[in-house]
């Protein structure tokens, strides 16, 4: 969980929650140093560019599909929505798609 600015005090709050909860699970903590935009083109750029990001059809009804369609990076559009998930994307080993791994399996002979 990211801790930067007011944040510093959620990851306390989800600790409890869980522990109310009888919920078995772990909260880290995470300090990001990196320049908000920048974290989310790159945690997004490879996935839009291969289709490799899937989400379900309600996500229209949250704040991420607004964010999504009018961000501009370093402009005054709301980002918090899109800067979550980036986090939690870039947290997530790269995956490559089912076209990606069908050609790439196929070696070419590179002897005549």
Request: aromatic share 8%.
């Amino acid at each position: 969980m990211e801790t930067n600015g007011i944040g510093k005090f959620l990851p306390a709050l989800l600790r409890a929650e869980f522990a109310r909860r009888h919920i078995a699970c772990a909260v880290i903590e995470q300090t990001s140093r990196q320049n908000k935009a920048m974290r989310i083109l790159s945690a997004f750029d490879a996935l839009l560019m291969n289709g490799g990001l899937k989400a379900h059809a309600r996500i229209k009804q949250t704040p991420f599909f607004d964010q999504m369609q009018d961000w501009v990076p370093n402009g005054k559009t709301k980002d918090d929505a899109l800067d979550a998930v980036a986090g939690c994307l870039l947290k997530e080993p790269v995956r490559l798609s089912q076209y990606v791994h069908r050609y790439t399996h196929k070696k070419k002979e590179w002897r005549f």
